[in-house]
């Protein structure tokens, strides 16, 4: 199975602050999709990102892909409060079936 | 896109008793789901890969007899937890496979009381 590590494990700003947080894997992958968890609540999926594509806008969100590195990020600009949630990627390749991380637990203050 | 309906959100039952949660793919059709399990602040861990029109593969440590799978649509996986336990409280979800990638289900929050 292809398993996503993300980092920082947590993650505290201010309101309007941007949130930065990574995501790297061991094998190739086709897509990279990111999600995000509240609490006690179930996956919501934020934004998929191709192999072949280096970076992805959606809303305040912006995904990079380094796939020499193995890695990607997820950047969430003027954060908000509701904003606040587990963030996890979900790498996939091929017939790999994606598995987490612990994810990065962002808070962000009012 | 593609939607993975899962039901129902929250059950609660007394121990000893099973509990069954349905996963359906809406758009598309499925002929492998995934579920996965989650306990409080943890990470989300693979239990198993549902077939259908086949038995289930079970990642390590996951009792097969425990948490029956069946997947006898393209469109429905079903995990039955049996003879639940407390500890078998938890958070489900289940995936699907679309075209393109992976999409999850809302969740099933299971207290076993």
């Known amino acids: 199975s292809q398993q996503g590590e993300e980092d920082p494990q947590a993650l505290s700003i201010q309101e309007g602050e941007n949130a930065t947080m990574n995501c790297s894997y061991k094998?190739?992958?086709?897509?990279l999709q990111w999600y995000r968890q509240n609490s006690g609540r179930g996956l919501v999926h934020l934004i998929l990102?191709?192999?072949?594509?280096r970076e992805k806008h959606s809303g305040r969100l912006r995904v990079t892909l380094d796939t020499s590195k193995k890695s990607s990020s997820l950047l969430i600009t003027a954060s908000r409060a509701a904003d606040t949630a587990s963030y996890f990627c979900a790498p996939s390749g091929g017939s790999y079936i994606p598995t987490f991380g612990r994810g990065t637990s962002l808070i962000v203050h009012p | 896109g593609a939607v993975v309906s899962q039901h129902p959100s929250r059950v609660i039952c007394k121990s000893g008793t099973s509990v069954k949660i349905e996963c359906r793919s809406l758009?598309?059709?499925?002929?492998?789901m995934f579920w996965y399990r989650q306990f409080p602040k943890q990470s989300l861990m693979l239990m198993a890969t549902?077939?259908?029109?086949?038995?289930?593969?079970?990642e390590q440590g996951v009792e097969k007899d425990k948490f029956l799978i069946n997947h006898a649509s393209l469109t429905l996986s079903t995990l039955t937890v049996t003879s639940a336990h407390p500890e078998d409280s938890s958070f489900y979800i289940c995936?699907?496979?679309?075209?393109?990638?992976?999409?999850f289900g809302s969740g099933t929050r299971l207290t076993v009381v």
């Open positions: 990102i191709r192999s072949n594509e």
């Open positions: 758009d598309f059709q499925a002929t492998t």
């Open positions: 549902s077939n259908e029109g086949s038995k289930a593969t079970y």
């Open positions: 995936s699907a496979r679309p075209d393109y990638g992976y999409t």
């Open positions: 094998t190739s992958i086709n897509n």
